[in-house]
């Protein structure tokens, strides 16, 4: 079977082969570790193309459950992180049935989680790529283990996995992207990441800013920040003549700034410290519900202009 993607990670979207079980088979532990059941409704306010909703539609009609894009008698939610925020922001869930949400898409941050914790959600939150399909599965990016079948290599920072829900990769004329696959079924799509038995603390793929001479990998530094926030830490390069670039850092609220900004002086030195901050509540996002990392850019540096 053939799977159709949003394009987001390689820039235009791209089709990727794939059995039918290792789509299909990976349903019923989801459902499971969900409890859904056929009388749930999952609200999926994102569009289809983008393979996380997709999958969790298919995972809902598995066991007979119903799903659509408004939120009206739902039982639970797939969200992005952002999606979570926001509608944590705005208030209660927009349905007195809403019990829980799965959030996938981007990582997200252990007090984000805590937050609609409070508010009553069961919160489910899950690593993975189009590529890869599921990885990991825990309640925050900071709690994340491998999920069912899986086994998973770091080698010199990436990792490596190898499990029954792997595609095949990209179709023909499809770009390939960072996937790679090696004689002995391990694949990556070069997401930097750390293992300890179970666990996996994903740091993300690589993006590198060039400041003053310095080469900044901004996925472990953005990681290490974010730890501190309630909102994940965006790290863009902010283009400045002297410099070439100057490391920004884009956080969600005021009091994110000052906890970043506090750990930054004590535990980051040279050009791994950002030397700009600023705020921006619901950053850019693609019709997928992910962060636009180029639109955030933009914003970025506007705002450093204005």
């Known amino acids: 079977m053939a799977v159709r993607t949003s394009g987001t990670s390689a820039g235009r979207p791209r089709t990727l082969v794939r059995t039918t079980a290792s789509w299909v088979d990976s349903f019923a532990p989801v459902a499971g570790r969900l409890g859904l059941g056929s009388t749930d409704r999952l609200w999926i306010p994102g569009p289809l193309d983008a393979t996380m909703n997709l999958f969790a539609a298919c995972v809902a009609r598995s066991v007979g459950a119903s799903w659509g894009s408004d939120a009206a008698g739902a039982t639970w939610a797939q969200l992005t992180p952002t999606g979570l925020a926001t509608l944590?922001?705005?208030?209660?869930?927009?349905?007195?049935?809403?019990?829980?949400?799965?959030?996938?898409?981007?990582?997200?941050?252990?007090?984000?989680?805590?937050?609609?914790?409070?508010?009553?959600?069961?919160?489910?939150?899950?690593?993975?790529?189009?590529?890869?399909?599921?990885?990991?599965?825990?309640?925050?990016?900071?709690?994340?283990?491998?999920?069912?079948?899986?086994?998973?290599?770091?080698?010199?920072?990436?990792?490596?996995?190898?499990?029954?829900?792997?595609?095949?990769?990209?179709?023909?004329?499809?770009?390939?992207?960072?996937?790679?696959?090696?004689?002995?079924?391990?694949?990556?799509?070069?997401?930097?990441?750390?293992?300890?038995?179970?666990?996996?603390?994903?740091?993300?793929?690589?993006?590198?800013?060039?400041?003053?001479?310095?080469?900044?990998?901004?996925?472990?530094?953005?990681?290490?920040?974010?730890?501190?926030?309630?909102?994940?830490?965006?790290?863009?390069?902010?283009?400045?003549?002297?410099?070439?670039?100057?490391?920004?850092?884009?956080?969600?609220?005021?009091?994110?700034?000052?906890?970043?900004?506090r750990w930054a002086r004590a535990h980051l030195a040279g050009a791994e410290r950002p030397r700009r901050w600023l705020v921006h509540p619901r950053p850019p996002t693609t019709p997928a519900g992910k962060v636009d990392p180029v639109a955030l850019a933009h914003w970025a540096a506007a705002e450093v202009a204005r």
């Open 88 to 261: 944590l922001d705005d208030g209660p869930p927009p349905a007195a049935s809403l019990r829980g949400v799965l959030v996938a898409g981007d990582g997200l941050g252990h007090r984000l989680s805590a937050r609609a914790g409070a508010a009553g959600l069961e919160v489910h939150h899950y690593y993975g790529a189009a590529e890869l399909s599921l990885v990991a599965w825990g309640t925050s990016a900071a709690d994340l283990h491998l999920f069912d079948q899986v086994e998973a290599q770091v080698r010199n920072g990436v990792l490596w996995v190898r499990s029954p829900w792997l595609s095949d990769g990209p179709a023909p004329g499809s770009p390939a992207g960072a996937w790679q696959r090696d004689a002995d079924g391990f694949a990556t799509v070069d997401d930097h990441t750390t293992l300890a038995g179970t666990h996996v603390r994903v740091l993300g793929r690589p993006g590198w800013v060039t400041t003053g001479g310095s080469t900044v990998a901004l996925a472990p530094v953005a990681a290490a920040l974010s730890a501190h926030t309630t909102a994940p830490v965006r790290l863009v390069g902010v283009p400045h003549a002297a410099l070439g670039h100057v490391l920004t850092a884009v956080v969600a609220t005021s009091d994110d700034l000052a906890a970043a900004r």
